[in-house]
């Protein structure tokens, strides 16, 4: 009877799966056909090779990986690509902060007029974006216009086709991908626990730290993956606003594959990019995931 009862559990089980799996399987067919087969092809390309002709050489080779490590030139602008996106990623961090602050304990105009302000620049092109930035940001531009009418300086620097160029336009772009997890998070946060700790003598700032960063970590983690990633692999914002001074791996490998015809290095250069991305992220959450952990059982 025993047995005979667990065996009609499990296959009410099933059933009750069955339309889960159905409703999944259009989405894991989509990304297996779209992401899967063709990440799965560029790995494969990136370890062929090709002559003067543009002719593939039968064979395996891992002569694309070798270059890329041993090249000046490539390991620069890899470094470039990352410490860019970790910049991009800690200003985004000090702007998102009271702007969700803002959106989860604001008012509801408050609120409303915050996000809308967020939000709004999306509805833009992103090279619309870019090419403003790179007329705000050239020697004739708004910027320095304003720092000459106030008097800061007569001959101010150019920012434009420099990396703090590209790194201003990363931030403004990204930033709501930063805002708005982490809104969520702390909307989420029960304001009791703050309330108790400013009864207990904790100040705002203490608050902050010890009240609704620790409890914020999953919303910031989210934040920091998608900045991050997008900001290492942007492409248009660094060939508008970097140009042939300030390259990232997006502009290499449009330059590889568009310019050169050299499709299996580029393709090494994506599956770099890829595979440092999601190193970094996994890592990342990893680390942070503890420290939510720790924090949320030292609270306990």
């Known amino acids: 009877m025993k047995r005979g009862t667990s065996m009609a559990f499990l296959s009410s089980d099933k059933k009750q799966s069955l339309p889960g799996l159905l409703l999944l399987a259009p989405a894991v067919v989509f990304l297996l056909v779209w992401f899967v087969w063709p990440v799965l ?17 039968p064979g395996w080779t891992l002569n ?5 490590f041993t090249g000046d ?6 470094l470039r690509t990352l410490r860019i996106a970790a910049a991009a990623c800690f200003f985004s961090v000090l702007f998102a ?3 969700a ?9 408050m609120a409303r007029l915050v996000t809308i302000t967020i939000v709004a620049p999306l509805l833009v092109n992103v090279v619309v974006r870019a090419y403003g930035w790179s007329a705000i940001l050239s020697r004739n531009g708004a910027l320095n216009y304003v720092i000459k009418a106030l008097g800061i300086s007569d001959n101010p620097p150019q920012l434009l086709y420099t990396e703090w160029a590209v790194l201003i336009a990363c931030v403004h772009v990204y ?3 930063m805002v708005m997890p982490l809104a969520t998070a702390i909307g989420r946060i029960d304001r009791s626990l703050e309330e108790a700790a400013r009864i207990a003598g904790a100040s705002r700032v203490a608050t902050f730290f010890k009240v609704v960063l620790p409890l914020s ?23 508008i606003l ?15 594959v568009v310019s050169l015809s050299d499709w299996p290095f580029g393709s090494a250069l994506s599956g770099l990019l890829i595979v440092m991305v999601l190193a970094i992220n996994l890592v990342f959450l990893q680390l942070l995931n503890r420290r939510f952990a720790r924090w949320t059982a030292g609270a306990a």
């Open 41 to 57: 092809q560029m790995l494969l390309l990136s370890v062929t090779s090709h002559n003067v002709d543009g002719v593939a050489v």
């Open 64 to 68: 694309n990986y070798i270059r890329l």
């Open 73 to 78: 030139l490539y390991l620069r602008i890899l």
């Open 97 to 99: 902060y009271p702007l």
């Open 101 to 109: 602050l803002a959106i989860a304990r604001g008012g509801p105009s």
């Open 175 to 177: 930033l709501p991908f």
């Open 217 to 239: 970590l999953p919303g910031l983690s989210v934040g920091v993956s998608l900045v991050f990633s997008l900001s290492a692999a942007a492409y248009v914002m660094p060939q």
């Open 242 to 256: 970097g140009g042939n001074f300030s390259p990232l791996l997006g502009t290499l490998i449009e330059q590889q």
